[in-house]
């Protein structure tokens, strides 16, 4: 199992107690980065800078300044975000000449206004455009949940960034979310990933994907964790209130989100649903006939497909030859997606998230599988077009529902320790978050009730 760092709370009770300081989580998540476990998680690092920032917050602690919880703590930034000074690749040989960052995006800035030291930009998929988290150009970091055998996948598009949080690099890793880019790594490596609704945390200076759908959000090994960098990233912080078990409902969709399970995913998915019941919570199958609705919708590649081709349609007819051909083929479709297309999606999907809120109006969240699979080797998957593309669409498939429901979500660990990850999915409509991380925070110990080992900090 991955050696992730302790959570922000029992991190900052060590600090404050002397067992450990800021630059030496710094300096030991450095040596890790070293390792050949790490290999392609990073496409650029910053340790020595963030040792200076890590000493700095040590200093100011030692004065009796009032820190915030990542100050001095080391946070990976997803090489879709502008830092000032580096080069927004995106993952992408298109971009590897691009200018730098004139300045740092705002989700950046607020990281580093918080005193957060940044560790460096993580691998993804190129332009973020697969659930995979393979590329071709940078290498894949592999999966280190999956222990010892042939190398799996880390999910994708925000790969390097779980494998980051999973392996002890960063104590939380800033990502993104189109069609379930935090989620699917965070249930593939075991660790929580959090998308809030769309519009609470800016984009600006992050490279698009789909206007409509993108989400800056984070991962870490905590709900609690991802509660504390959505605080300082969004406009404005949620304050969720913990609920009690047994007062909360939540929805089991008999539509499309428990089809084609792995088994292992059946059986961790049936036993976190036997914990919860046992702890009085109210678990109800429900109809939710609108999400069979989602693929006939989507069938011309939807929102992603028609936004990414506006947006890369020049750079494909200069630079085909540098785009991993795969991502190059997603976003090919969009040229095929008329102006009124576009529009009538846009109109249904308004009566969709309308239709969803009403049939989830009593419920505190709906409950699924994050993914219907575990994490599958790499290797097939980097020669088989036909298996890839099968296999991405299955990973997209529970998270991407909820983008579409301008929803927020929460996928956090619900495996045993001797299976491979599995994750459990609350999700609700636009504009819940708060109410949803108050389930979560409820929720999580009833699902994961074996913490996962952490790394040693001495």
């Known amino acids: 199992m991955p050696l992730m760092l302790p959570d922000l709370d029992t991190l900052n009770a060590r600090l404050r107690d002397g067992a ?5 989580i710094v300096e030991q998540a450095a040596a890790r980065a070293a390792t050949p476990a790490a290999e392609a998680v990073f ?6 800078t963030a040792a200076q920032v890590a000493r700095a917050a040590d200093a100011a602690s030692r004065a009796g300044k009032a820190l915030h919880p990542l100050a001095g703590l080391p946070v990976s930034v997803k090489d879709l975000y502008d830092v000032a000074g580096e080069v927004t690749r995106a993952a992408s040989l ?3 000449d691009a200018a730098p ?4 995006a705002p989700v950046v800035a607020r990281l580093r206004a918080a005193g957060a030291a940044l560790v460096g930009r993580t691998n993804m998929t190129e332009f973020a455009f697969s659930g995979v988290g393979l590329n071709p150009h940078y290498g894949t970091p592999a999966n280190p949940a999956c222990g010892e055998g042939a190398a799996r996948i880390p999910g994708g598009s925000s790969s390097g960034a779980a494998v980051s949080v999973a392996l002890g690099l960063a104590v939380a890793a800033l990502g993104s979310d189109t069609g379930g880019s935090i989620r699917i790594p965070a249930a593939l490596c075991g660790i929580t990933g959090f998308k809030p609704t769309a519009r609470r945390v800016p984009l600006a200076g992050a490279f698009p994907l789909s206007y409509t759908l993108d989400t800056a959000c984070a991962m870490a090994r905590t709900v609690g964790d991802c509660i504390a960098v959505d605080s300082v990233i969004a406009d404005s912080a949620v304050l969720p209130r913990v609920t009690d078990p047994a ?3 939540l929805a089991i969709p008999r539509q499309l989100l428990l089809d084609d399970l792995d088994p292992v995913v059946a059986r961790a998915f049936d036993r976190a649903l036997g914990r919860l019941s046992a702890a009085g919570v109210r678990l109800e199958h429900v109809e939710l006939p609108e999400l069979a609705e989602l693929a ?3 069938a011309h590649g939807g929102f992603s497909a028609a936004e990414a081709y506006a947006i890369h349609r020049h750079l494909l007819a200069a630079r085909r030859d540098r785009y991993d051909a795969r991502v190059a083929s997603r976003i090919d479709r969009g040229a095929g997606i008329s102006a009124a297309d576009y529009i009538d ?3 249904a999907r308004l009566d969709w998230i309308a239709r969803m809120e009403a049939r989830l109006a009593g419920f ?3 409950v699924c599988p994050t993914v219907p699979m575990v994490a599958p080797e790499i290797g097939p998957l980097r020669t088989d077009d036909a298996q890839f593309f099968r296999v991405n669409a299955l990973l997209l498939r529970n998270t991407s529902a909820f983008n579409f429901f301008d929803g927020c979500s929460v996928s956090m660990p619900c495996h045993a320790p001797d299976e491979l990850p599995v994750g459990l999915m609350l999700s609700h409509g636009p504009m819940r978050d708060a109410a949803l991380l108050g389930t979560a925070l409820a929720l999580e110990r009833i699902v994961q009730p074996l913490v996962q080992p952490s790394a040693r900090d001495d």
């Open 20 to 24: 450990t300081s800021r630059a030496q």
């Open 43 to 48: 496409l650029h690092s910053t340790f020595d």
């Open 94 to 96: 298109v971009r590897a």
């Open 101 to 104: 960052a004139a300045a740092d």
């Open 247 to 249: 007062a909360t409902r």
């Open 296 to 298: 006939a919708l989507n």
């Open 345 to 347: 999606l846009g109109r």
């Open 364 to 366: 505190d969240a709906v």
